[in-house]
């Protein structure tokens, strides 16, 4: 299965902030950085001022020198520290396969996001308004099928745009890219690339795995398949799930049993589809019951086994079933989920199949 990255990075960060929290900067050559009479370099640089050349890491003399006008500040790394956990904190709403490059950077796997029928596009573009509506600063998108693809799409519209590179349109795009925009590909390997003729995604796709190796030894693979664009690492989070579950609200409150159950098996294979996407087991399951005047009960059981195999968790639902008023009240919402989680890495028969 194609999975879905997208790849978000604030615009112009540190200087975005500085012009939203100082009106008078707005519209501004702004560069944030050390003082241009100092040894200081440039952190970041307003859209205004990249027109006179200034970029990141260039000795704030210089930019100076390119341009006297410009307004140079000091950085306020709380600020961009704030700022970065309210950008943190709209990524949640929408996966919790998040890995942060730095401050305002992030890759996010929506592959399991349900939001407008799990179009990436949509999700993104809806990450960036809330982002925007949060705290007033533009953010960019790319979106692909891997980290890699995903990265250099979110530089294709910037500032405040994004863009999506799909599985078949990869190889077309990174033809004529310049290999120096190669994530990956440093300066010292840009030049040693350019050394053997290789200056764009074309060249580098032309050269034999072996030609590669001779080159480039141990790193010759990954720019084997960069140039094809494959990358096959996945988005890595640190987050750790306490829970997994889905629930489900009828339109009309239902009072057959049967029914229940039914709709419970549905909740309870999607559950556990993801919880073999996230390799994931667990030692508890919760159904959770919420009547027509919407109170509501959950009912638990944990094992010292884990329960998301073997079928435990199907028999076990009728028996958490029946410790609940269903029979006699009418029910508008159910709910599955499972709890007391372990990476399937940790179990030591990690080979048994899940079945449901
Ligand atoms: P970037 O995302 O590389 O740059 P940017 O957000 O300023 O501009 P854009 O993405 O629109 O091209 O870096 C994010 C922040 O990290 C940047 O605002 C400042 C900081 N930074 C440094 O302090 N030093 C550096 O050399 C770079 C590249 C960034
Ligand atoms: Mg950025």
New binding site residues.
């Given amino acids: 299965m194609n999975r879905k990255i997208i790849h978000i990075?604030?615009?112009?960060?540190?200087?975005a902030v500085e012009q939203r929290d100082f009106p008078e900067l707005r519209g501004q050559a702004v560069v944030?950085g050390g003082r241009p009479d100092s040894r200081g370099?440039v952190?970041?640089c307003s859209?205004e001022a990249r027109k006179f050349g200034i970029h990141?890491?260039m000795p704030t003399s210089r930019a100076y020198q390119l341009c006297p006008h410009a307004k140079f500040v000091s950085?306020r790394f709380s600020a961009y520290r704030q700022a970065s956990e309210e950008i943190h904190k709209v990524f949640k709403q929408y996966t919790d396969i998040v890995e942060p490059l730095?401050?305002?950077?992030a890759y996010l796997d929506v592959s399991e996001t349900d939001y407008f029928n799990g179009s990436a596009t949509l999700i993104a573009s809806e990450i960036r308004s809330d982002i925007y509506n949060a705290i007033q600063l533009t953010a960019?998108a790319g979106i692909a099928y891997n980290k890699f693809l995903a990265k250099l799409a979110s530089?294709q519209n910037?500032?405040d745009g994004q863009f999506v590179i799909r599985p078949g349109e990869a190889e077309v795009y990174l033809k004529s890219l310049p290999i120096g925009r190669f994530y990956g590909v440093g300066k010292v390997t840009e030049s040693k690339m350019q050394a053997s003729g290789i200056k764009t995604g074309g060249d580098l796709k032309n050269k034999t795995l072996v030609e590669l190796q001779r080159l480039f030894g141990n790193s010759a693979e990954y720019y084997y398949n960069i140039s094809r664009g494959i990358d096959h690492r996945p988005v890595s989070s640190n987050y750790v799930r306490k829970s997994l579950g889905s629930e489900t609200t009828f339109q009309n409150d239902i009072s057959d049993t049967d029914q229940m159950l039914k709709h419970l098996a549905d909740l309870l294979h999607e559950v556990l589809k993801s919880l073999l996407n996230r390799k994931l087991l667990a030692y508890t399951i919760t159904i959770k019951v919420k009547y027509a005047d919407f109170t509501q009960v959950t009912r638990s059981y944990t094992s010292d086994t884990v329960i998301s195999v073997d079928n435990k968790a199907r028999q076990l639902i009728p028996v958490l079933l029946a410790k609940t008023d269903v029979n006699k009240r009418p029910v508008r919402l159910l709910g599955v989920s499972f709890s007391n989680l372990t990476s399937s890495d940790n179990v030591s028969d990690s080979g048994q199949m899940l079945l449901f």
């Fill in positions: 990075d604030m615009d112009a960060f540190f200087a944030v370099v952190a970041t859209y990141s890491a950085p730095s401050l305002d950077e960019s530089d910037k500032p």
